[in-house]
């Protein structure tokens, strides 16, 4: 079935560090890719998505690229700043065996950055 | 445009109860899809709605179950509470149409779940 790993945390910076949040995935079809970032007591927010192979997302100087030959879709960051401390999960949604609102989640990465 | 917003934010049952949480989609959306959130089990897919019709189901018990509204207005009701039932339960809407598209989904802010 489908499923998404990301490294496990908390990952803990310093304030301009560059940051890199690895995510794999597995399925069946030609999923959509998504990192959400959840900040404490809310709900999740869409910080950017990948819909086919090597399309990248950025928003906000978060990048990831979709990369179909190593299933990928890892989340960097050139400079960290401390409001960017945040639990950030890397979902997928595959339309031909889960449908387009149906997301996969990995379990969670937590970053702290710190001043 | 308003956001998802989800009622109550904050609730405390005892274990035999049951429960019904509100998700209220952003206008205009007719996608509305449940999700349960713990520390064990992380995020998990519950099921999805869509035009009052059950669209999609993940691998929860029939204790959970839930319904949607022709406002779009979907709720879920989790009957014979158990103490795992506690949880962050979020919803998201979408304004999917069916039309083979990937749209985007938007969360609310969650329902916090205590079970005693």
């Known amino acids: 079935g489908n499923s998404v790993t990301q490294m496990e945390g908390p990952v803990t910076l310093s304030e301009e560090a560059f940051l890199t949040i690895n995510c794999t995935y597995t399925?069946?079809?030609?999923?959509?890719l998504f990192w959400y970032v959840q900040y404490p007591g809310e709900g999740l927010q869409l910080l950017l998505k990948a819909t086919k192979a090597d399309d990248k997302g950025s928003n906000k100087g978060f990048e990831a690229t979709y990369r179909k030959e190593t299933t990928s879709f890892h989340l960097e960051k050139g400079s960290v700043q401390v409001s960017d401390s945040a639990v950030y999960f890397c979902a997928l949604s595959d339309p031909f065996s889960g449908g387009y609102n149906k997301l996969i989640f990995g379990a969670g990465t937590r970053l702290a950055v710190h001043p | 445009k308003a956001g998802v917003t989800q009622t109550p934010r904050y609730l405390i049952k005892t274990r035999g109860q049951q429960v019904t949480l509100s998700c209220s989609p952003i206008s205009g959306h007719r996608s509305v899809s449940w999700y349960q959130q713990t520390p064990g089990q992380g995020l998990q897919f519950l099921f999805e709605?869509?035009?009052?019709?059950?669209?999609n189901k993940g691998n929860f018990p029939g204790r959970f179950s839930g319904r949607q509204f022709s406002n779009s207005r979907s709720e879920m009701n989790v009957s014979t509470l158990e103490l795992g039932d506690s949880a962050l339960y979020l919803c998201?809407?979408?304004?999917?149409?069916?039309?083979?598209?990937?749209?985007?989904?938007?969360f609310g802010p969650g329902t916090r779940l205590l079970v005693l």
């Open positions: 399925a069946t079809g030609y999923p959509s």
């Open positions: 709605y869509f035009s009052e019709t059950q669209r």
């Open positions: 998201a809407s979408s304004g999917n149409q069916g039309r083979g598209k990937q749209e985007t989904q938007y």
